[in-house]
């Protein structure tokens, strides 16, 4: 199971926010090439990049640190990348750039054929992010709920094609109060592509909760508070779940 340091980018600056409010944002570092380059020398085999200000305004607007971070990392490890990604030429630009998977959220709910495309267009690099809250999903950085069932939605953007799904239970991200692995479970169970998990990570004790469940395609799961708070010692929690992990799970770095 992969365990995916999070650098999540708000003007310029490595920041965690609490239950996805922009206000409540923490600054961990003002230099986000040196963290990303921190989690490559940790051994992390993949990083899960967000745009937060292109979020909140449907465009990239941290592309400049984005760009320094692909040109410091190199070729490894790959970077999934979320935030304001809302047409097939940010997608085809960010691509060229070095990104490796591209996060697409709120677009996806909202704008399902432009997620098609992108499938279609992009296959291999598109990962859906569903963020949910008792079972509905939730859109525009958490603000809106919508009535779409968080499995029904999985299951049509599988068929679409997209390469996984990463799932956050919004009520527990950035709060430290440990991953949702029932939940995590019973999407899992209901797909064919690997689930990502997010939202809560505390301890190494939720990383063998979900290694225990690897094998129902939980391949992998996104940190941030946790290792920059020191509740969770990044390399120890790789190094477990290499030793827990099964290698069963439905894909792998």
Known sequence: MLIIPALDIKDGHCVRLKQGKMKDATVFSEDPVGMAQHWKAEGARRLHLVDLNGAAAGKPKNEGVIRAILQALG?????????GIRDLDTIEHYLDL??????????????????????????GHIIVALDAKDGKVAVEGWSKMTGHDVV??????????????????????GMLTGVNVDATLRLARELRVPVIASGGLTSVEDIKALCKIESEGIDGVITGRAIYQGTLDFKKAQAEADKLGKGRGKTQE
């Open 75 to 83: 070729d490894s490890p790959p970077v999934q990348l979320g935030g």
């Open 98 to 123: 070095g990104v490796g998977y591209i996060i697409i959220g709120t677009a996806a709910v909202k704008n399902p054929g432009f997620l098609q495309d992108a499938c279609t267009a992009f296959s």
């Open 152 to 173: 029904d939605l999985a299951k049509k953007f599988q068929d679409y094609g997209v390469e996984a799904i990463i799932y956050t239970d919004i009520g527990r991200d």
